[in-house]
């Protein structure tokens, strides 16, 4: 539907819908990992084959799917720690986490997160 203005400029009025495969929940942000072999903030020792992540403030224990923005693969791991304290980034993931998203050679990613 449009409407024609006095000045011969027409307004056209309707409703758009976007299409996103991303949850509602889903957060995107930056990622990176990490490979130590010491206590984790949780208190257990750091696995760098587990499919373990540190955040800053999510519940440990809590579990989120990671999706890697860059190649669509996906990963569910488990927060164990606190981190990043890189400005930007908002997750560290283990490398056994990293390798399964497929960016250890890069260091860290563009990814999406949802709590499961």
Same mark, same amino acid.
């Given at each position: 539907m449009s409407k024609t203005l006095a000045a %011969? *400029?027409?307004?056209?009025? %309707?409703v758009f819908f976007v299409a996103s495969? $991303?949850?509602a929940s889903a957060q995107? %942000? =930056?990622a990176s990992w990490y490979a130590l072999t010491s206590k984790t903030a949780s208190g257990e020792r750091m696995n760098p084959s587990g499919m373990t992540a540190a955040h =800053? +403030? $999510?519940p440990f224990g809590t579990k989120l799917k990671v999706t890697n923005k860059r190649n @669509?693969? +996906?990963?569910?791991v488990r927060i164990n720690d606190r981190g990043p304290f890189i400005k930007g980034r908002? $997750?560290? $993931?283990s490398k056994g986490a990293a390798g399964k998203l497929g960016f250890i050679g890069a @260091?860290?990613? *563009?990814?999406?997160?949802e709590q499961i």
């Open positions: %011969g *400029a027409v307004l056209a009025t %309707g495969t $991303l949850p995107c %942000g =930056r =800053r +403030s $999510l @669509g693969k +996906s990963v569910v908002m $997750l560290d $993931l @260091g860290h990613t *563009a990814v999406c997160i």
